[in-house]
């Protein structure tokens, strides 16, 4: 069975930096397309940035050059690195998990939330 | 960037169908994925690829595409459906995944 855990959410101060976690089971996180994905309260789904099965990276323009996405092969595990966090940046991040590495979201974490605020 | 546009609100009453409409820029050459997410939890992907549905899906929800619109089609709605549902699509020439705005479905 699939199953994506996040973790490492909380609230921090605006410019301050936070790790994420989604601890991957019943898949290998490495051979599948990886995704985060965001929600502001009371708004809609924001995908943040997407990591490929050979490594190639992408992100939001509203996230590009402060957010990293990684993964440890041995650990199973994706990450998020957010560096120079902004109010803005106050959300739900769900990781997810391509269904058939074709575009489609098929796997998704129960979220973690961050708050960025002073 | 591309943009997917959907109405805010849907209201039906039970045992109608329900349609919900994705605009986009000749998003009929793109595949299209839609998504159920009730307060609360987590978006749970009904449709994909335009018309296909993931395993434990009902045949009540159904994908269409074509043109400059696609459409979730909900068949004989039942009051479990109420939810935000939002349409998707992998936009190639920038390698992004961009979501509609999401539309609110209210079970009268």
């Known amino acids: 069975e699939v199953q994506l855990v996040e973790s490492g959410g909380g609230l921090i101060q605006p410019g301050g930096s936070l790790r994420l976690s989604c601890a991957a089971s019943?898949?290998?996180?490495?051979?599948?397309?990886m995704s985060w994905v965001r929600q502001a309260p009371g708004k809609g789904l924001e995908w943040v940035s997407i990591i490929y099965s050979g490594g190639s990276t992408y992100y939001a323009d509203s996230v590009k050059g402060r957010f990293t996405i990684s993964r440890d092969n041995s650990k199973n595990t994706l990450y998020l690195q957010m560096n120079s966090l902004r109010a803005e940046d106050t959300a739900v991040y769900y990781c997810?998990?391509?269904?058939?590495?074709?575009?489609?979201?098929?796997?998704w974490g129960q979220g973690t939330l961050v708050t960025v605020s002073s | 960037s591309y943009v997917l546009t959907q109405p805010p609100s849907v209201s039906v009453a039970p045992g109608k169908t329900a349609r919900i409409t994705c605009g986009g820029n000749n998003i009929g050459s793109k595949s299209v994925h839609w998504y159920q997410q009730k307060p609360g939890q987590a978006p749970v992907l009904v449709v994909y690829d335009d018309s296909d549905r993931p395993s434990g899906i009902p045949e009540r929800f159904s994908g269409s595409n074509s043109g400059n619109t696609a459409t979730l089609t909900i068949s004989r709605v039942e009051a479990g459906d109420e939810a935000d549902y939002y349409c998707q699509v992998w936009d190639s020439s920038s390698d992004h995944r961009v979501f509609g705005g999401g539309t609110k479905l209210t079970v009268l």
């Open positions: 997810a998990r391509d269904l058939t590495n074709g575009g489609a979201l098929g796997y």
């Open positions: 019943g898949f290998t996180v490495s051979s599948n397309y």
